[in-house]
């Protein structure tokens, strides 16, 4: 008996090591806006950033929210994710960073997913980063630009190119909140506290109301001590900060991605796109939504 009883306990504790926990579904909005702008950050690529930003941006649409995906990577990953050639474009998010008087609903483009619009990017804003260094309060361009349609949004996703320099600083000036997409991946842990310290200079010098939302474990596969391994370390170095969502490793994300769907319209009853609406879920009962 006392095995049985053990074996049920084991059941009932989630990848984290904590009790797994259920998350409601929130109540709908009565009205929209103004926005909470949170950045997807991570240095290190392939980290499953933009990967997280179109399905946490779906499954948060799917829960009536309105949803702007602004891709803020010059590799312009987000934007073809949703279908949009960002070769073909002739405005992108780089023509708002360099010209004020542009204005962003010029650049904003409708999705296939209701509730979802997405301002691409593509390979012009490589050269934003080194244009913006002599403008006048050049870390806060971004936030300049989104003031201007946050109010029409209830979440404001921006997902991050693997840097640390002035378009991510522009980024975490902007925003309210951070999440951290982390792989369940020794090499992965590394960045973390250089991450975490630029963080900190932001809230310090820029945005003091800044404050990370989570940090969310992806690619993880538990039949590996591997993942298990980092996943024990990043619940420790970071506690109650790490989301009790964890992301699966799966071949139907790279195939929702081929189709340019998120996951949850993709394929809404597998497992990954459960995982999504969970954390959806998680990030709005943390606070870290409205």
Do not use: W
Not at 6 to 25: H, K, N, S, W, Y
Not at 226 to 238: G, L, M, Q, T
């Amino acid at each position: 008996m006392a095995d049985e009883r053990l074996d049920i306990a084991v059941e009932e504790m989630g990848p984290t090591g904590r009790p797994i926990r259920e998350f409601p579904a929130p109540p709908a909005l009565d009205e929209h806006g103004p926005a909470r702008i949170i950045a997807m950050v991570n240095q290190k690529g392939g980290v499953g950033k933009t990967t997280s930003s179109i399905n946490l941006g779906a499954a948060l649409a799917g829960y009536g929210r309105r949803v702007l995906l602004v891709d803020f990577d010059p590799q312009g990953a987000l934007s073809v994710g949703l279908g949009i050639n960002p070769h073909a474009l002739d405005r992108t998010v780089y023509d708002v960073l360099m010209n004020s008087r542009l204005d962003p609903h010029e650049v904003i483009h409708t999705t296939g997913v209701e509730g979802i619009d997405v301002m691409p990017a593509n390979i012009d804003l490589s050269a934003a980063e080194i244009q913006l260094v002599g403008e006048v309060a050049r870390e806060q361009v971004l936030a300049r630009a989104l003031s201007r349609v946050e109010d029409e949004y209830d979440v404001v996703l921006v997902d991050c190119q693997p840097s640390l320099g002035l378009l991510t600083v522009n980024a975490l000036t902007a925003a309210h909140g951070v999440v951290i997409p982390l792989e369940t991946e020794f090499f992965a842990l590394r960045g973390v506290a250089l991450l975490v310290e630029t963080i900190e200079k932001v809230q310090d010098r820029l945005n003091p109301s800044l404050r990370i939302d989570g940090i969310l474990a992806t690619m993880y596969d538990g039949r590996t001590l591997h993942s298990r391994e980092v996943i024990a370390s990043i619940v420790e170095a970071f506690g109650e900060t790490v989301f009790d969502t964890v992301i699966n490793r799966t071949v139907r994300f790279p195939d929702a991605s081929v189709a340019a769907e998120p996951i949850t319209t993709f394929a809404p009853t597998h497992a990954g796109a459960d995982a999504y609406r969970r954390l959806a879920r998680e990030l709005i009962s943390r606070g870290g939504s409205p």
